[in-house]
């Protein structure tokens, strides 16, 4: 990331430790993703937050490694969730995941992988293309670039702004999707709803895919 772009672990760190006491409940989107599970599957969670879906996905006989790029949710979690199962790991996703390769069955992301800008989103969806075994799941949840807070702050590349409250927002289109997927995924779902997160009603895309 360049100068101009303000520290996001910073940014995370705040804004996790300012929710750790609100209840998260399970997201629609893990339970419909798990359904393409295969029973027993190694589970890698990235941004997974307070962990609800981790917990949810642990709770039906996965094993779960769930990762995010906050010290504070990641200190909490494993303080609080210590009897649910579930491995918890700092990581960046700027750097290569910490696994070897097709070392996963199922690689999940709830509103996790919109927040950097095109080199490195791709470079992302290759690191979990190497990591997930072939005919493995890939399951992921992206604002839209028809979500209301489209355009807001400052556009630093095509689609990817500087929020005004300081953090990076890459919004995809389902064009965008296929794109990244193109080379070595079948997309099983793709579709933009309309739902409420965190209090605001918001487009976001859902996209369920296996590898080739």
Known sequence: ??????????????????????????NPFAILAEQSFQPHSKVLDLGCGRASDAVYFASKGHSVLATDFSET????????????GVDFQVFDLRQSLPAGSESFDAVY??????????????????????????????????????????GEGSEIE??????????????F???????????????????????????EDSHIIHCIARKL
């Open 1 to 26: 990331m360049n100068n101009s772009i303000p520290d996001q672990r910073d940014f995370w760190n705040r804004r996790h430790g300012n929710e750790l006491e609100e209840d998260r409940d399970v």
């Open 73 to 84: 949710v990641i200190d909490h979690n494993k303080k609080t969730l210590s009897n649910s």
């Open 109 to 150: 992301s709830s509103l996790s992988l919109h927040y950097f800008g095109d080199k490195i989103t791709k470079g992302i969806f290759s690191e979990i293309h190497r990591v997930l075994k072939t005919g493995a799941t890939f399951a992921f949840s992206c604002k839209s670039v028809n979500d209301q807070h489209y």
């Open 158 to 171: 095509k689609n990817v702004f500087i929020s005004p409250k300081g953090y990076l927002r890459h919004f």
């Open 173 to 199: 289109s389902e064009s965008y999707v296929k794109e990244l997927l193109a080379d070595g995924f079948e997309i099983d779902l793709l579709e933009e709803v309309q739902e409420d997160y965190v209090g």
